[in-house]
């Protein structure tokens, strides 16, 4: 089963818009990680946050973690038609689920040249 | 240096047929995990290594999967008597210690005819 799920499933937007995807979970985790997904290929690593952490960036990319909603969202700005992809969040929690990511079904994000 | 290797990219085999996937994780890694992507199903988890050993083996689909690691380094996933259903593709990740992040490599693309 899926603990994450995300919204949009699909987002379609012009070069230079903001692209926002959400990712909401079920039970408490560790840390969430995001990836991204080209076509047939395999998973790049985005970012990491951690359950005492609020708000990571890197580059073009903003993650916020609230723990209070189990919710967390990937920003991505001024897109380019490069970030065409699918892309993931993952939960990684303890107990009996240590050691697992839980993927959610991913949002596919393409924009337009 | 490398990243995590997978060997080989694509698999065509016939029902009942045996497989075997190799996964080089990236070297100092301790931490190996098995994921497995299909439509239906989305990104599953199937099992981890800490060092050579398993503490997790929850994941695998049925008996019928085994996978192990030595020297704390290459790993192998077996299916035995092959399925239709089990046509998909086969993820490996390393990572420094487990809670950290993933890196995956670009996985084996599994037909089973």
């Known amino acids: 089963s899926q603990q994450g799920e995300e919204d949009p499933q699909a987002l379609s937007i012009q070069e230079g818009e903001n692209a926002t995807m959400n990712c909401s979970y079920k039970?408490?985790?560790?840390?969430l990680q995001w990836y991204r997904q080209n076509s047939g290929r395999g998973l790049v690593h985005l970012i990491l946050?951690?359950?005492?952490?609020r708000e990571k960036h890197s580059g073009r990319l903003r993650v916020t973690l609230d723990t209070s909603k189990k919710s967390s969202s990937l920003l991505i700005t001024a897109s380019r038609a490069a970030d065409t992809a699918s892309y993931f969040c993952?939960?990684?929690?303890?107990?009996?689920?240590?050691?697992?990511?839980?993927f959610g079904q991913g949002t596919i994000l393409t924009v337009h040249p | 240096g490398a990243g995590v290797s997978q060997s080989p990219s694509n698999k065509v085999t016939e029902k009942g047929k045996d497989v075997e996937l190799r996964c080089d994780p990236i070297?100092?890694?301790?931490?190996l995990y098995w994921y497995r992507q299909s439509l239906g199903q989305g990104l599953e988890f199937l099992i981890y290594?800490?060092?050579?050993?398993?503490?997790?083996k929850s994941g695998l689909p049925s008996d019928r999967f085994s996978a192990e690691r030595t020297g704390g380094s290459v790993s192998t996933l077996t299916i035995q008597r092959t399925q239709q259903e089990d046509s998909a593709v086969y993820l490996c990740?390393?990572?420094?210690?487990?809670?950290?992040?993933?890196?995956f490599g670009p996985g084996t693309r599994l037909t089973v005819l």
């Open positions: 946050i951690r359950s005492n952490e």
């Open positions: 990740a390393s990572s420094f210690e487990v809670q950290t992040t993933q890196y």
């Open positions: 039970t408490s985790i560790n840390n």
């Open positions: 070297s100092g890694h301790t931490a």
């Open positions: 993952a939960t990684e929690a303890g107990g009996t689920s240590y050691g697992k990511l839980t």
């Open positions: 290594f800490q060092g050579n050993s398993a503490p997790d």
